[in-house]
């Protein structure tokens, strides 16, 4: 069975412009989660999504947008990109409610 | 001040000795994990604990929810242990609230 899958793993996009992120959870997992990771420091909360609703959402503009899908896919959508959202963007994905975390490799975001 | 603090930031060790990497949070928590990030990003659970201590192989994990404390050990360290360990706690829903990371580079 694959892991958490992320698509693009690298990305280069320019001031303004609008991106988007892909998440495959493994199979069964309902609850997709996504965090993001400034170089030096530890993953900060933007989006919890579970059974395809918004169940919780970080200290993060609303140039950030999420969604779930019914395969529970997820796709992370910022616009308007500023150089401060350099970043890695991380995805998890959980089973039942307090269940251990699985991550996928993350998508690289350069703005320059 | 953050809601997990890890200590230290930065370890340098040599290999074989024994390595011990603390957590304390300051929420509420219904379990807590440690995690390994090596370069280039991707992340894996190493535990996921709620009470008491956890043996992975060389790797042991515990912690004391009255004090709001984890301590994540290895032993025998090993230059392939060299990663970021990442302390990370339940904080309502299924929302995880990240310590910053301790750097661990093992030198032969």
């Known amino acids: 069975d694959a892991g958490v899958t992320q698509s693009p793993t690298h990305l280069i996009k320019t001031r303004g412009q609008q991106v988007t992120l892909r998440c495959s959870p493994i199979?069964?997992?309902?609850?997709v989660s996504w965090y993001q990771q400034v170089l030096g420091q530890g993953p900060q909360f933007i989006f919890q999504y579970y059974e395809k609703e918004e169940r919780g959402r970080g200290n993060f503009p609303d140039r950030f947008s999420a969604r779930q899908f019914p395969n529970y896919s997820s796709e992370l959508n910022v616009n308007a990109l500023l150089l401060g959202d350099s970043a890695l963007y991380l995805c998890?994905?959980?089973?039942?409610?307090?269940?251990?975390?699985?991550f996928g490799q993350g998508t690289r975001l350069t703005v320059v | 001040k953050n809601e997990v603090e890890q200590s230290p930031q930065n370890l340098t060790a040599q290999e074989g000795e024994f390595i011990t990497i603390n957590c304390s949070y300051s929420v509420g928590i219904s379990a807590l994990h440690w995690l390994q990030q090596h370069p280039g990003g991707g992340i894996v659970s190493l535990f996921m604990?709620?009470?008491g201590k956890k043996k992975h192989g060389r790797l042991i994990a515990t912690i004391n929810i009255q004090e709001k404390h984890s301590s994540l050990h290895i032993t025998a360290s090993h230059p392939r242990d060299s990663a970021v360990y990442i302390c990370?706690?339940?904080?309502?829903?299924?929302?995880?609230?990240f310590g910053q990371g301790t750097r661990l580079t093992i030198n032969p």
């Open positions: 604990l709620s009470s």
């Open positions: 990370a706690v339940n904080a309502g829903a299924q929302k995880l609230v």
């Open positions: 998890a994905s959980r089973g039942l409610r307090n269940t251990e975390a699985f």
């Open positions: 199979s069964g997992h309902k609850s």
